[in-house]
């Protein structure tokens, strides 16, 4: 499965960013998004199962920010509003063949990343 993250780059503080995650199969794969900020650990943001049906989202950014797909477009999407200068990072898009995870090495399939800066 390859993964190209797209939709970054600079936002001011309460305002919105869609990011894309543009997939070559997503047939029966659940999908996840990850950021890292500057010197901080890869962190889970949120993720969906094949379906769509169900979503999981860390609590810092729930009633915040949505994921979504549309498997027909083999696209996965994160739509985040209210944007605070803490979800300054690199975001990274995810694949598993397995069980929806928040954890890392749940996914087996990675994104380049795609850069999102919010700024006061």
């Known amino acids: 499965v390859q993964l190209q993250a797209s939709g970054g780059g600079l936002a001011q503080a309460g305002g919105s960013l869609r990011l894309s995650c543009a997939a070559s199969t997503l047939n029966l794969y659940d999908m996840g998004w990850f950021r890292q900020a500057p010197g901080k650990e890869r962190e889970f943001v949120a993720a969906?199962?094949?379906?769509?049906?169900?979503?999981m989202h860390a609590d810092s950014v729930r009633g915040r920010f949505t994921i979504s797909r549309d498997n027909a477009k083999k696209m996965l999407y994160l739509q985040m509003n209210s944007l605070k200068l803490e979800d300054t990072a690199v975001y990274y898009c995810?694949?598993?063949?397995?069980?929806?995870?928040?954890?890392?090495?749940?996914?087996?399939?990675w994104g380049q990343g795609t850069l999102v800066t919010v700024s006061s």
């Open positions: 969906i199962n094949w379906s769509g049906a169900s979503t």
């Open positions: 995810a694949a598993t063949p397995s069980s929806l995870s928040r954890s890392m090495r749940g996914y087996d399939y």
